[in-house]
Structures are given as structure tokens and as C-alpha cells.
């Protein structure tokens, strides 16, 4: 296989992790995942704050990752972008391109930051999570960003042209989302045309706000309101916090 480091822009991807082999990053298929370094936003429930400060050097050199892949190529089926936020990377697309050069499906996980990068990369891709965090004009309320929902209706909207397999979600805090809140971002997704809609319950795991972790309790949302947003969506599920999630 091609040893070539592909560029753009004179750099190589950044990446700040990597996780060798996942059974449920890519639905139905084995693959491996690389942790993309770097975010704008610094949203109280990220699990991954160590990935937000866009460092001057990649913690891991991407050629580590190619050399690895090839290792595992006939024993994965797909690799998943994630981050941080992966479509801050200048060098998304060539290092999505060389993996899917090499047999690879691909898979991306992103918060909907950067439009025209998102939408360059999606032509490469068989897969794509993505999260919205609460209704479009309360964006600045999660992740601290004035006008930080205007990129990601953009996206969201890219995403459902695009054809691609998707799974919108959205992580669950009661502070942020109370249930009329969130009863209101699951109608106005329903209407830009999502069919396939997950809940994610927050986890404390690895959030370092403290109180943000003490006003959280189990078992939100409840019943009723899941009874209220599950028939506005082809496929809905809730991701409880003793679930997998991805």
C-alpha cells in the first residue's frame, strides 16, 4: 500500500489519540478511531477536554497511524474521525481520502462547526454522527461561542442532502435542556427532515465541572417526554448513561 503522506496546506492531521478497535463507533462494523485535536468550544459536558487546546504539534504523527492501519487492514472494516472537533483540521480531507484509499470505510463524528469543510468531506464519507446540542438560538448557552448555532443549522442541513447515513444526536442535561426546551429542538429537527434521532443521557464521566455533575440526576428525560419527542422520528432511541454511547 502507499506509504505517501498526503498534505494540505503543508500539514499533516493533528491527531491526540487513537483507539485501535471499536465494535460500536461505526454501526454494524469493526473500526479503528482517531481522535482529531482541537475545538473551538468548551461546552460543560465535554468527556474530552484534553483534545479542546489545538496544540502546536500532533501528539500522535499521522505516519504512526498510517503504519498502523496498514498493519489492520483485512481485520477492521471502517475508520471514524472524531475529536475535538475533526473538521477543524485544515487536513481533513487528504487524511480522509488516503484512508479511504487504502480499503477503509469511513465514518465522521462532529459537532457541525465548520460548514465548508464539513461539506467538502462529506462525498468521502459512508457514515456520519452528528451532534446538536439545543435549539439553534441558545447555542452561545452550551458552548460559551456567540452565534454558534448558525453553523451548525448549516450543517445539519448539508448532512440530510447529502444522502449519507447518518445519526443525529443530542447529550441531555437538565440545565441545558429542560423538557420543553428539548421537546421544542426535537420538533424544529423533525422538520428540517431527521428520521434517525438518538438521546444521550449525560455521563459524568470525565466532565470536569463539578457542579455541572452535582445537578445532573438519573433517569432524565423521563418517560413522557421521550413519549412526546419518539413519534416525530422513522428511528428514535435513548442512550442511557449505563449504555455504550458513541
Known sequence: MRKVLLKEKGRLLRVGGYTPFSATEFPGLLSAVVFVQGCPWGCGYCQNTHLQERTRDSPIAWKEII??????????????????????????????????????????ETACIYPARLKSVLPLLDWVGFDVKTTFKRYADVTGVTGSGEPVRDCVTAILASGVA??????VHPAHLPPGLLVELAQTLAFMGVRNYVIQEFRPTGCGDEAFVASAFPGYPQDDVLAEIAPLFANFSVRRAGQAMR
Request: aromatic residues 8%.
Open 67 to 108: 503504519t498502523t492501519l496498514e498493519r489492520r487492514a483485512g481485520l477492521l472494516d471502517a475508520v471514524v474521525f472524531c475529536g475535538g472537533e475533526p473538521t477543524m483540521d485544515p487536513a481533513l480531507y487528504d487524511a480522509i481520502a488516503q484512508v479511504r484509499s487504502m480499503g477503509f470505510k469511513i465514518g465522521l
Open 166 to 171: 447518518y445519526e443525529c444526536r443530542t447529550t
